[in-house]
């Protein structure tokens, strides 16, 4: 009963590293989402999927990537990581149609770049 | 700008009360409101979805309320409990360029204290 698994789920960073987040569900959605949560501001979304080898950006892409090579992995890649970028990451899926489906969150990476 | 607000920012209230949690949106065209609840450190997980036509509904002791002509939500809490503490997010998905979009509140932080 995994659902959606992110790692890792605290990380530090130091400015102009990179890394990724990783993100994989068992429950054979072809929606998948990379939101990011900041303190006091509801969550932004930054790259979503609605298949395998389809992606597409959200409102706040710049300073990310992703691929989905597969339907279960939906990875983040953060390049030169910069102060701004410290947040709580959110990897989500949905079974159907965004606009009704019910999105499944996995429990959030805490990333801080120093 | 489609915009979603959510009021109070946060509530402290004692074990057993009731409590109403506001979002107001200016989202349009309007697709459906979903209320989602969120524990310290954890993702968010749905609590109940509204659409237009729909003026209530009740999910155990948790029942959200739809006015679309003034384009307002309430989630009303019956007989908290200390594992209701959590913040409660609303989230309005409306259509732009004909794609959804889902907008985000910055959520209602609830405190039950016994």
Known sequence: ?114 | KNQVEQSPQSLIILEGKNCTLQCNYTVSPFSNLRWYKQDTGRGPVSLTIMTFSENTKSNGRYTATLDADTKQSSLHITASQLSDSASYICVVTGWKDSNYQLIWGAGTKLIIKP
């Open chain 1, 1 to 114: 009963n995994a659902g959606v698994t992110q790692t890792p789920k605290f990380r530090i960073l130091k400015i102009g590293q990179s890394m990724t987040l990783q993100c994989t569900q068992d429950m054979n959605h072809n929606y998948m989402y990379w939101y990011r949560q900041d303190p006091g501001m509801g969550l932004k979304l930054i790259y979503y999927s609605v298949g395998a080898g389809i992606t597409d950006k959200g409102e706040v892409p710049n300073g990310y990537n992703v691929s989905r090579s597969t339907t279960e992995d939906f990875p983040l890649r953060l390049e030169l990581a910069a102060p701004s970028q410290t947040s709580v990451y959110f990897c989500a899926s949905s079974p159907d149609q965004g606009a009704w489906g019910e999105a499944f969150f996995g429990q959030g990476t805490r990333l801080t770049v120093v």
